[in-house]
Nanobody
């Protein structure tokens, strides 16, 4: 059973940094994509970043480009999201999600919620002004 566990959220002042981790387990395929989404109160879930395990290609939403970076740590079996220069508008619950191989002609990046099959439980990030 595929399981995703996001951690690392917390309270930080504007301009600060946080590092989120997504521990992924329960699968053997080696060509997948992991995405980070976030959802603020009263808003729709928004794609933040995604990474391809096969190519290590990354993609970022416009609101976080240049401030956030995602990477895969094979030794720890985690996907990390380094968040710098945080702003109050980054406050949200952050989720990691996994897309399993489809065997079709779809091409990275996968930006939509429906592109992903498995979801973690979310971790709260609060940025104070």
């Amino acid at each position: 059973e595929v399981q995703l566990q996001a951690s690392g959220g917390g309270l930080v002042q504007a301009g600060g940094s946080l590092r989120l981790s997504c521990a992924a387990s329960g699968f053997t395929f080696d060509d997948y994509a992991i995405a980070w989404f976030r959802q603020a109160p009263g808003k729709e879930r928004e794609g933040v970043a995604c990474i391809s395990s096969a190519t290590r290609a990354t993609f970022y939403g416009d609101s976080v480009k240049g401030r956030f970076a995602t990477s895969i740590d094979n030794a720890k079996n985690t996907v990390d999201l380094e968040m710098n220069s945080l702003k109050p508008e980054d406050t949200a619950v952050y989720y990691c999600a996994l897309r399993s191989p489809k065997g079709d002609n779809s091409v990275f990046p996968y930006e939509g919620r429906r592109d992903y099959d498995y979801w973690g439980q979310g971790t709260q990030v609060t940025v104070s002004s």
